[in-house]
Every structure is written in structure tokens, then in C-alpha cells.
């Protein structure tokens, strides 16, 4: 089981990494929707739910900026393509103050996390970084279980598989 901090704001509500990585890829996904126009969609993530299999598809190409330091360290940050600030509070797991960088920040935590594991590894994420294209691509297949809400609804909650 994963541990995941979500802040005293309440940007996010889950306590899990595969929870937040979902959580967060839903949050990006909206703030898209809301910048977007007729002339101008943005749709840099796509999130695919497969209720028979149980699983969320995520899928991102982000863009990214890279950088140099004087000593040769590179460093690569999400650009804000969205304009539009996050804030998750005091003792977060995430630490960045845009949509775009906190998905890549939880994206990069659940990689992590999955090769951390020795005993039935899984490889259920990948994050890649094409510096040409300053692009970060996002492939993900979490597994979720579905349920039905008291509204009516399907519910859907990723499941804590780390």
C-alpha cells in the first residue's frame, strides 16, 4: 500500500498514489476544458475508462522546458500551459504550483513507486521526456474499481495496487 499526503487545501482528496496520479490526471484534464475554444482546443490528456476490465487509461504529452545549469545539471519543468495555479497546502506530496507540473510531479512519484517494487514488479505507468520535442509523454493503465453511487451514478476509485 502507497502513502500519499494531499495537502491542507483539499485540491485533492486522495491518500494513495495511484489515487492522486487519477485525481490529478481528472484535474488537468478539466482545467483543459476550461481554457479551451472552437479555435483552440487544448486536449494534452486523455482519460479512457473501461469499466469490464476495471482499468483508467491515461494518456499525456505535456509540453515541457529544459534547461542547464552552470554545473551541467538539466532540468526539466512542465510548462503552465494553463495559466492557472494550483495550491495543495501545507504537507503535500506534491510541491508544484501549476496543473501541468504537479501531473508530471504524481506521474513520475507512481513510476517510482512501481520499480520500487521487487515482489511482482509492475510497470503500469511510463513517463518519457523528448528534450527535442519538449514533450513529456504519459502512458498509464491503473486499475480502478467501479461502483455504483447513491445518485445513480458509477463511481469510479483507483485502486491502491503499490
Do not use: C
Not at 554545473?71 to 506534491?94: K, M, R, V, W
Request: hydrophobic share 40%; aromatic share 6%.
Amino acid at each position: 500500500m502507497s502513502t500519499f499526503a494531499p495537502g491542507s487545501n483539499n485540491a485533492l482528496s486522495s491518500t494513495n498514489i495511484p489515487g492522486a496520479f487519477l485525481e490529478m490526471a481528472y484535474l488537468l484534464n478539466q482545467a483543459e476544458k476550461s481554457i479551451s475554444t472552437v479555435d483552440n482546443p487544448v486536449n494534452n490528456v486523455t482519460i479512457t475508462f473501461d469499466l469490464e476490465a476495471s482499468t483508467a487509461a491515461v494518456a499525456a504529452t505535456l509540453p515541457v522546458i529544459a534547461s542547464s545549469a552552470a554545473n551541467g545539471t538539466i532540468t526539466i519543468a512542465a510548462e503552465d500551459y494553463i495559466d492557472s495555479p494550483i495550491t495543495f497546502g501545507s504537507g503535500s506530496t506534491l510541491k508544484s504550483p501549476t496543473y501541468p507540473g504537479a501531473f508530471i510531479e504524481v506521474a513520475q512519484l507512481l513510476s517510482v513507486s512501481e520499480a520500487s517494487i521487487t515482489t511482482n514488479p509492475v510497470n503500469n505507468i511510463t513517463v518519457s521526456f523528448d528534450l527535442e520535442a519538449r514533450t513529456a509523454t504519459i502512458a498509464a493503465s491503473i486499475p480502478v474499481t467501479p461502483t455504483r453511487s447513491n445518485q445513480g451514478g458509477v463511481e469510479v476509485v483507483a485502486t491502491d495496487y503499490l
